[in-house]
């Protein structure tokens, strides 16, 4: 088990542009990803033992608030949601990467499972995040607006990793909302 800090990094929001007219709606993609301890222990050595201690299911649950800036801060969108991590015995050599393991993983969001085809991929699919939220224009109303996020991540322990609960904010970004 690694004692590296778990952090939120990179929180970045997307714009699909700068101007809008009130009858639009906001399209804004909020990316971010889970770095540190946990990253470097889900990895092949460590789901195979994970999966010997009967330690196979891995369920990370996240969230964004989408919020409008300024002194009276307002929710304009949220999303609470997880992926799971399935442990696996597998006799197809063509994914694991060590001849002598049998132990794959399939990541699950939104009950759509993907089996990735290297750890990689799998610490990928994990643990980088990219939400797509939107919202009306009309919401927000004509002029100049700034809108932010809040993201979170949580997860119990494992044979692996330690409990977490974290947050981190984004940089607002502005938008202008046009009649």
């Known amino acids: 088990m690694t004692n590296e800090k778990n952090t939120i990094d990179g929180v970045l929001l997307e714009k699909?542009?700068?101007?809008?007219?009130?009858?639009?709606?906001?399209t804004i993609n909020v990316k971010f990803s889970v770095t540190g301890g946990l990253?470097?222990?889900?990895?092949?050595k460590n789901w195979e033992r994970a999966y010997n201690k009967h330690d196979n299911v891995f369920k990370l649950k996240y969230g964004v608030k989408l919020y409008s800036g300024g002194l009276r801060r307002r929710e304009l969108g949220a999303?609470?949601?997880?992926?799971?991590?399935?442990l696996f015995w597998t006799r197809n050599p063509k994914l694991t990467q060590m001849a002598e393991k049998k132990v794959w993983v399939q990541i699950s969001k939104n009950f759509e499972p993907h089996i990735p085809v290297?750890?990689?991929?799998?610490?990928?699919?994990l643990l980088d995040f990219d939400e797509k939220m939107e919202i009306k224009a009309?919401?927000?109303?004509?002029?100049?607006?700034?809108?932010g996020a809040e993201v979170y991540v949580s997860w119990f322990k494992h044979?692996?990793?330690?409990?977490?609960d974290t947050k981190s904010n984004s940089k607002e970004?502005?938008?202008?909302?046009?009649?």
């Open 159 to 164: 044979d692996y990793t330690d409990e977490v």
């Open 16 to 26: 699909s542009a700068d101007k809008f007219s009130i009858n639009d709606n906001i």
């Open 39 to 44: 990253r470097e222990a889900f990895n092949e």
């Open 79 to 86: 999303l609470d949601t997880y992926k799971k991590a399935a």
């Open 173 to 179: 970004i502005e938008i202008e909302v046009t009649k």
């Open 118 to 125: 290297n750890q990689a991929e799998a610490q990928q699919l």
């Open 138 to 147: 009309s919401e927000l109303g004509t002029g100049k607006h700034k809108i």
